[in-house]
């Protein structure tokens, strides 16, 4: 029987403490094989020097956790001189797959060189004006328009409208720097970030709720700004939102195109246990990692009412069961532009033959791949970790310039 998902919450705090301790060996035993590599545990007592700079621990806060296949769970610690967000990335088998530390408020986003502030100017727009209303900033470049917009979609999880991830800011990255190139850009909260409570209360949540009905709202917002050109409104959709994005399209019903960026083309669980076996899990793990997806397969209605599997509701994975984003997205009449980054492991080149075999034969769908990018769409050398995540960096300018030339493209 498939094990439940650990909890990132209790792995990340025993974690803390074990650091915290000097309970370094146990420490050790608790980080995935690529971690082991990256941090040895020789070097774990140089770090705990560096805490004890810092004074006695005068209070720990509650873990805060982003939901996903692999959870990221932030523990707030006050030293006595400052206070440290400790950040771990925790895998599927329950292992430490990153650890870092960095000042509490470190907002280490910094505007990359192809975004120019003095070309656009940003506005403050609520998308929907019901119980499920969000906040969002809309990115329109200065002069009188009318200019294309786009709508963009985050992955999974409870992301904020800049779809920050560790370090990096990708949404804010592709809304500067396409604002910059004469495009319109919406960004908005999520809406299990806006409503976490009230949305993790829904034992019958689906991506409908989560994801689809507001980036169809906020594209209806887009398309009534004066400034914007009602015939040219665009979505993209990043990881899961690249993976709903034709449903997205079907419900809208008026979208001139879609970019697809590192959306998955099979379904949720197969991409568990692909990235369980490139993380290098083995064994129980993997076997459990295994017996999971084949459950989530097996699902049928009457499970409704089971207990979530893979962090998600039943509900969930019953709405997605049979979903084929390329074949839906073949019966699309308008235009497409699919990207993907070859070093990225939570969504792989599978996928893309995947959205080839639907599209490669139309002359509206572009494809285009990055073989040094990873899952958001960065920069980076060799085998890709989750360990990068968490690091400082910027969408790669190639993708902006991309994603603006096809933007703007007459046809």
């Known amino acids: ?137 809309l990115t329109l470049p200065n002069g009188g328009g009318p200019f294309p917009g786009i709508v963009l979609v985050q992955g999974s999880g409870p992301n904020d409208r800049d779809e920050t991830v560790g370090g990096s800011k990708v949404f804010r990255d592709l809304a500067e720097g396409l604002s910059s190139r004469g495009i319109a850009v919406l960004r908005y909260e999520k809406r299990t970030r806006e409503y976490p409570t009230r949305m993790a209360g829904n034992k019958d949540l689906t991506v409908e709720e989560e994801t689809v009905e507001d980036a169809v709202r906020a594209a209806a917002l887009l398309r009534a700004q004066s400034e914007v050109d009602p015939k040219r409104i665009y979505v993209l959709g990043h990881s899961l939102g690249g993976y709903v994005s034709p449903r997205i399209a079907e419900q809208d019903g008026k979208l001139a195109g879609l970019v697809v960026m590192a959306g998955n083309a099979r379904p949720l669980e197969d991409l568990i246990v692909d990235q369980a076996e490139y993380l290098g899990e083995s064994g129980p793990n993997l076997q459990n990692i295994r017996a999971m997806a084949a459950r989530v397969k097996k699902l049928e209605p009457e499970d409704s009412d089971a207990p979530p599997l893979m962090g998600m509701p039943v509900s969930y994975l019953l709405d997605l069961k049979g979903y084929d984003p390329a074949a839906q997205a073949k019966d699309l009449k308008i235009r497409m532009l699919i990207l993907q980054g070859e070093r990225d492991f939570q969504v792989n080149m599978k996928d893309l033959a995947l959205w080839k075999a639907a599209l490669g034969d139309r002359k509206d769908v572009t494809f285009h791949t990055y073989p040094a990018l990873n899952h958001l769409f960065i920069a980076g050398e060799g085998r890709s970790t989750e360990a990068e995540y968490a690091k400082p960096g910027h969408v790669a300018p190639e993708v902006i310039d991309d994603i603006a030339k096809w933007l703007t493209e007459t046809r």
């Open 1 to 137: 029987m498939a094990q439940p998902a650990p909890d990132a919450a209790a792995v990340a705090r025993k974690a803390l403490d074990q650091l915290l301790a000097g309970q370094y060996q146990d420490l050790f035993q608790t980080f995935s094989p690529e971690v082991q590599k990256a941090i040895p545990e020789a070097t774990l007592p140089k770090v705990g020097v560096q805490i004890k700079t810092w004074g006695a621990v005068e209070r720990i806060g509650d873990p805060t956790v982003r939901p996903g296949p692999n959870k990221v769970a932030v523990i707030q610690v006050k030293f006595a001189t400052q206070t440290i967000d400790f950040q771990f990335a925790i895998n599927t088998s329950g292992q430490v797959a990153g650890l870092f530390m960095r000042p509490a408020g470190q907002i280490p986003w910094q505007r990359p060189a192809y975004s120019k502030p003095d070309a656009f100017h940003a506005r403050e727009v609520t998308v929907g004006d019901d119980e499920w209303k969000l906040p969002g900033t």
